[in-house]
């Protein structure tokens, strides 16, 4: 199994309505996309005060490595980061962090 983070510094400006739209627009992809195993929004709450000001974001399980490329070419995936998530960033793509790994413990 494939574990994809991706972690958001959103723009500051952002209301908390748009954001709540944003996630569950986020979350939608999961009827649009049979490669997503499971989808799940995190939110960071460490005291450690190291998060560089990347607060929330999302954890999505895949099968494998083949179907985590599928979820990153579809075309309701690639519309919806480029049109939504990626302009509502503190600084476009140096605003989001990508942390893959293949969880083999099950």
Do not use: C
């Not at 510094?9 to 986020?26: G, N």
């Not at 690639?78 to 793509?93: H, K, R």
Request: hydrophobic share 45%.
């Amino acid at each position: 199994m494939i574990v994809h983070y991706a972690f958001f510094k959103w723009k500051r400006e952002l209301d908390s309505a748009t954001l709540q739209r944003l996630r569950e627009e986020f979350a939608a992809l999961q009827a649009v996309i049979p490669e997503i195993r499971s989808f799940r929004w995190v939110y960071n709450n460490s005291t450690e005060n190291l998060d560089k000001g990347f607060r929330e974001g999302i954890r999505v399980e895949f099968d494998s490595i083949e179907a985590r490329e599928r979820y990153l070419a579809h075309p309701a995936h690639v519309a919806f980061a480029t049109d939504v998530v990626i302009p509502a960033l503190e600084d476009g793509l140096a605003s989001v962090l990508v942390f893959d790994y293949e969880d083999t413990t099950k």
